[in-house]
C-alpha cells in the first residue's frame, strides 16, 4: 500500500517536472521569439530613423539653401533699392540743375529784352539825331562852309572850309560819335584844337549843336588869323 502511494508520487512528481520543464521550455522558446521579434523590431526603427533623420538633414540642408538665397535675394533687392534711390537723388538733382538753368535762361532771355529794346530805344535817337544833321547839312554848307561825311563806325566828319582867306578850300576838319552813354564824344581835329575837350563838355550840358559848330568854326578861324 505504501509502496503504491509512493509509486504514485514519484508519478506525480515526474508529471510535474515533465510539464515544468515543458512550461519552461516553451516559455523560453516564446522568449527567444520576443528577443528576436524586439530586434527586427528595433531594427527596422532603426532603418527608419535613420532614413527620417536623412530626410530631416535634408530639409535642413533644403532649408539652409532657402534661407541663403532669400539673403542673397535680399541683398540684391536692397542693392537695387540704393541704386534706384541713388537715381532718383540724381534725377532730382538734375531736374534742379534743369530748374536753375531755365530761370537763368529766362533771366537772360528778360535781359536781352531789356537791352535790345534799350538799344533799340538808343539806335532811334541816334538815328532822330543823324537825320537832324544830315537835314542841318544843307544849311551848314551854304552858310558856315561846313559838309558832314558819315565815315565808318557810324562816326559823322565834320569838314569846314572857308576859314582861311588865302586858301578857302583848305579843309578843317573834326570827327564825333555817340558813345555808350548816348553822349556826344569829339574823337580828333585837324588841326589840332585844345578846346575841343571844353566845346565837347559844354555841349553834352547844353545838347546845343549849332553853338558848338559855331564855337568849333571859331576856334579854327583864331587859329588862322592868330
Same mark, same amino acid.
Given at each position: 500500500? =505504501?509502496?503504491?502511494?509512493?509509486?504514485?508520487?514519484?508519478?506525480?512528481?515526474?508529471?510535474?517536472?515533465?510539464?515544468?520543464?515543458?512550461?519552461?521550455?516553451?516559455?523560453? @522558446?516564446? /522568449?527567444?521569439?520576443? +528577443?528576436?521579434?524586439?530586434?527586427?523590431?528595433?531594427?527596422?526603427?532603426?532603418?527608419?530613423?535613420?532614413v527620417k533623420l536623412k530626410e530631416e538633414? +535634408?530639409? =535642413?540642408?533644403?532649408?539652409?539653401?532657402?534661407? %541663403?538665397? =532669400?539673403? $542673397?535675394?535680399?541683398?540684391?533687392?536692397?542693392?537695387?533699392?540704393?541704386?534706384?534711390? !541713388?537715381?532718383?537723388?540724381?534725377?532730382?538733382?538734375?531736374?534742379?540743375?534743369?530748374?536753375?538753368?531755365?530761370?537763368?535762361?529766362?533771366? #537772360?532771355?528778360?535781359?536781352?529784352?531789356? !537791352?535790345?529794346?534799350?538799344?533799340?530805344?538808343? %539806335?532811334?535817337?541816334?538815328?532822330?539825331?543823324?537825320?537832324?544833321?544830315? !537835314?542841318?547839312?544843307?544849311?551848314?554848307?551854304? $552858310?558856315?562852309?561846313? *559838309?558832314? $561825311?558819315?565815315?565808318?563806325?557810324?562816326?559823322?566828319?565834320?569838314?569846314?572850309?572857308?576859314?582861311?582867306?588865302?586858301?578857302?578850300?583848305?579843309?578843317?576838319?573834326?570827327?564825333?560819335?555817340?558813345?555808350?552813354?548816348?553822349?556826344?564824344?569829339?574823337?580828333?581835329?585837324?588841326?589840332? #584844337? *585844345? @578846346?575841343?575837350?571844353?566845346?565837347?563838355?559844354?555841349?553834352?550840358?547844353?545838347?546845343?549843336?549849332?553853338?558848338?559848330?559855331?564855337?568849333? $568854326?571859331?576856334?579854327?578861324?583864331? /587859329?588862322?588869323?592868330?
Open positions: 500500500m =505504501i509502496e503504491d502511494e509512493l509509486g504514485q508520487f514519484d508519478k506525480s512528481i515526474n508529471e510535474f517536472w515533465n510539464k515544468f520543464i515543458n512550461t519552461v521550455s516553451d516559455t523560453s @522558446c516564446q /522568449m527567444v521569439g520576443l +528577443r528576436d521579434a524586439y530586434k527586427d523590431s528595433m531594427k527596422a526603427f532603426a532603418e527608419k530613423l535613420s538633414d +535634408r530639409m =535642413i540642408e533644403m532649408f539652409l539653401e532657402y534661407q %541663403n538665397q =532669400i539673403c $542673397r535675394q535680399n541683398k540684391l533687392i536692397q542693392e537695387k533699392k540704393d541704386n534706384l534711390l !541713388k537715381s532718383v537723388a540724381e534725377v532730382k538733382c538734375k531736374k534742379q540743375e534743369i530748374e536753375v538753368l531755365a530761370a537763368n535762361i529766362q533771366a #537772360l532771355k528778360e535781359e536781352y529784352a531789356k !537791352k535790345k529794346e534799350t538799344i533799340s530805344t538808343a %539806335n532811334k535817337a541816334i538815328e532822330e539825331r543823324l537825320k537832324r544833321l544830315q !537835314k542841318s547839312e544843307d544849311l551848314y554848307k551854304s $552858310r558856315l562852309g561846313l *559838309e558832314i $561825311r558819315k565815315i565808318y563806325g557810324d562816326k559823322l566828319q565834320f569838314i569846314f572850309t572857308n576859314i582861311d582867306p588865302k586858301h578857302p578850300e583848305s579843309p578843317f576838319v573834326f570827327s564825333l560819335h555817340l558813345n555808350e552813354a548816348r553822349d556826344y564824344e569829339v574823337l580828333d581835329s585837324s588841326p589840332h #584844337l *585844345e @578846346c575841343l575837350a571844353e566845346f565837347q563838355e559844354n555841349l553834352r550840358k547844353t545838347n546845343n549843336f549849332s553853338a558848338f559848330l559855331a564855337n568849333v $568854326r571859331k576856334a579854327f578861324m583864331a /587859329m588862322v588869323y592868330n
